[in-house]
């Protein structure tokens, strides 16, 4: 009774049901001829016969229709659906094919009810032709499910290919006896090509950040070489020749000595901002209390001499790496203490949860800064003041810092005003605590 | 000519300014040693093992050993002195202008004997130099050559 679904009229939908009506209409025939014959008492019988055979047919017909309906509803849907949907019988002769999977089977007339030509199906790597024998379906016939396959299919009509997802179960009677298979495909090329882009992406860009750390080590420490050289032979010309050049002289030489130091500070600086956030990242529950204790104890001597006030509140565990968080902390209290105003400096850290973030905060009594630079302060050698007796250092602190919430799915940000201090502040997921 | 200095260093380094300026560093240190140099890991194993034409090298109290050389770099260099039981127990140390974790763990790893970043700042580098003397020619007691060949 099911075939293929594209070009079936209603009235053949249900063979059987012409027969029946012409097997009733000549019984209820034959019923009325024998009343005629028959004694008042059997003519009442035969009546209540024929009434019963005539309420029978109205069930039936009801019966009928509401099966034709079904089947209907039932075809209407896998006509119009964009799973492709096939059935076959156990010798492999296929029982429907929808349309959807109709351009993948290669059944184009509807009388074409041999097995189609060996389609082109191919395994991922789409070039290995797929086992006629493993294909979904022929499984599913033998009794097996087959679940999530991906094929590859190529055919004259789409000759770049299509990815496939096949589920495939098989088919049983009502006792249990096995009577095929039924393949469901779903096409999910674009998906497909949409993770392919992707991984390529994901693959480029690993592979440029690659390069660049590359390229920063290379550069920082095939740099160090002739600058040491340059600023160890000034010295030594000094060491050796500094009475015998004249003053201007000695002036030149602290010059290209200071130059070559400053240098060799941005190249370990820059070394450093390429290693920090890198490789090596252990994730672990972090105290926060501790990792500010340990970098304070770093800060140790800068906080003594600037008589700084280090206040902590409670801070929260986070997930991190505690040696860069360690770094992080370290950083964002080195700047607070490094752009200290008149006054007695005075640092407050605090936490607090927001949603599903804690958003932990340094705020400093500093000399604060207008609110348009706080963006660009984060940026790698970027600096707002040109005295750099008082504000010494090269602009790295804070990129670095930048770095390390970013690795660690955070953000970073800063509020400030000039002469009210600035409060540095990132937020990281708490990760569900 | 080893007689009129109580130490001798071997220097295993590429860059002609480079020696010039450890031999320079010496001097200001006022270190009574004689410095060899190698500009190559094959020259300082020629050196070492005394092979032709250095039939006549004298045996290094301790080798400096730059990490950046070309060809068989200094890793390759205190990997195959470590393995020679001739060579094994002169000191190695590195000497390098990397900070890089990874140089300095591959060192170790390989048995150098000390890594030691080369100072920016002359006068920071004469200092090292004087520290190492301290260290390896006076502090540490190191065992005599294996081979009686040596003198």
């Known amino acids: ?433 | 000519m080893s007689e009129e200095y109580s130490h001798r260093i071997l220097l295993v380094e590429d860059n002609p300014a480079d020696a010039e300026l450890t031999a320079e560093a010496i001097r200001f240190a006022g270190l009574n040693v004689g410095l060899d140099v190698a500009n190559s890991v094959e020259q300082a194993l020629a050196m070492l093992r005394r092979q032709a034409p250095y039939e006549s090298a004298s045996r290094p109290d301790l080798i400096l050993l730059d990490l950046n050389l070309p060809r068989r770099g200094g890793r390759e260099g205190v990997r195959e002195i470590k393995e020679d039981p001739q060579l094994q127990t002169i000191p190695v140390l590195i000497l390098s202008s990397s900070r890089a974790e990874p140089d300095i763990r591959d060192s170790y790893q390989l048995h150098a004997n000390g890594y030691v970043v080369k100072p920016v700042d002359f006068q920071e580098f004469v200092d090292v130099l004087e520290r190492i003397r301290r260290f390896w020619f006076e502090t540490v007691k190191l065992p005599p050559p294996p081979n009686k060949d040596w003198s």
Not at chain 1, 219 to 238: G, I, K, N, T
Not at chain 1, 283 to 293: E, K, L, N, R, S
Not at chain 1, 325 to 347: C, H, M, S, T, W
Not at chain 1, 410 to 422: A, D, L, M, V
């Open chain 1, 1 to 433: 009774m099911l075939n293929t679904m594209q070009s079936k009229g209603k009235s053949e939908a249900a063979p059987g049901r012409s027969a029946l009506v012409n097997v009733q209409n000549k019984a209820l025939q034959i019923l009325g001829d024998l009343q005629k014959d028959v004694p008042p008492e059997q003519g009442e019988q035969i009546a209540e016969a024929v009434q019963a055979l005539k309420e029978h047919a109205e069930g039936l017909r009801h019966f009928d229709d509401t099966l034709e309906d079904q089947t209907h509803i039932l075809r209407s849907i896998l006509n119009s659906i964009p799973t492709g949907v096939v059935v076959a019988s156990k010798t492999g002769e296929y029982l429907l094919i929808n349309p959807a999977a109709a351009p993948y089977t290669n059944i184009v007339q509807e009388e074409q009810r041999d097995r189609p030509e060996p389609y082109g199906v191919f395994m991922l790597d789409t070039t290995t032709p797929y086992p006629a024998e493993e294909m979904p379906l022929a499984r599913a016939i033998r009794g097996e499910a087959a679940t999530k396959i991906e094929l590859f299919v190529r055919h004259e009509s789409f000759p770049a290919g299509r990815w496939l997802l096949c589920d495939a179960v098989p088919l049983t009677a009502e006792n249990g006896a096995l009577r095929g298979g039924i393949a469901v495909y779903n096409d999910i090329t674009e998906r497909k090509k949409a993770a392919q882009a992707l991984a390529r992406r994901a693959e480029a860009l690993s592979r440029s950040n690659q390069e660049l750390e590359q390229f920063a080590y290379v550069a920082s420490h095939d740099l160090q070489e002739p600058l040491r050289m340059v600023a160890s032979y000034v010295q030594l010309l000094e060491l050796k020749y500094s009475k015998k050049m004249g003053e201007e002289a000695d002036q030149y030489i602290a010059y290209i000595v200071d130059g070559a130091k400053r240098m060799h500070d941005l190249i370990q600086d820059l070394l450093a901002f390429s290693r920090a956030g890198k490789g090596n990242m252990t994730f672990v529950p972090v105290h926060c209390d501790a990792v500010v204790q340990a970098a304070l104890e770093n800060l140790k001597t800068a906080v003594e001499d600037s008589k700084a006030k280090v206040t902590v509140d409670k801070l929260p565990i986070i997930t991190g790496d505690p040696s860069q968080l360690r770094q992080l902390f370290q950083n964002l209290v080195e700047n607070a203490l490094k752009y200290r105003g008149d006054a007695r400096p005075e640092i407050h850290i605090r936490a607090e949860k927001e949603d599903s973030e804690w958003v932990i905060q340094v705020r400093d009594n500093g000399i604060g800064m207008d609110p348009a630079y706080t963006k660009r302060i984060f940026r790698i050698f970027q600096r707002l003041h040109e005295d750099r007796q008082q504000y010494s250092g090269s602009g790295i602190g804070l990129a670095i810092a930048k770095k390390i919430v970013e690795r660690h799915g955070g953000r970073i940000w800063c509020t400030s005003q000039p002469g009210e201090g600035s409060t540095f502040a990132f937020a990281m997921p708490t990760f569900g605590q």
